[in-house]
């Protein structure tokens, strides 16, 4: 089993910055790729970032690239998104997730859902304009 606990999330005014971590347990986190994803109210949920577990590989959604960006601490067993100018179209719940290997071969796997085997209960992140 593997546990993984978002923090971070709250309310900030349009241009601030908010840094997201995921505190996981229960596996060596390192080995997998970790994901964030998040859901709008009313919508689907959608991909956001991926680090795979070297840390070699990114990807970023292209609604927030140049903005967000994802690292992890194995050590630690720490994910982070941290996300500057924020707007608020990126108001959502997001949600950090392990995936079932070291890297995927495919990068569009990195953006699918049924690519991650574990997920955090998620945590609100309100931008008001």
């Known amino acids: 089993q593997v546990q993984l606990v978002e923090s971070g999330g709250g309310l900030v005014q349009a241009g601030g910055s908010l840094r997201l971590s995921c505190a996981a347990s229960g596996r060596t986190f390192g080995t997998y790729v970790m994901g964030w994803f998040r859901q709008a109210p009313g919508k689907e949920r959608e991909f956001v970032a991926a680090i795979s577990g070297s840390a070699l590989y990114t990807d970023f959604a292209n609604a927030v690239k140049g903005r967000f960006t994802i690292s992890r601490d194995n050590a630690k067993k720490m994910g982070y998104l941290q996300m500057n100018n924020l707007k608020p179209e990126d108001t959502a719940v997001y949600y950090c997730?392990?995936?079932?290997?070291?890297?995927?071969?495919?990068?569009?796997?990195?953006?699918?859902?049924?690519?991650?085997?574990?997920w955090g209960q998620g945590t609100q992140v309100t931008v008001s304009s």
């Open positions: 997730a392990s995936g079932g290997a070291t890297y995927y071969r495919r990068p569009d796997d990195y953006r699918t859902e049924k690519s991650y085997d574990y």
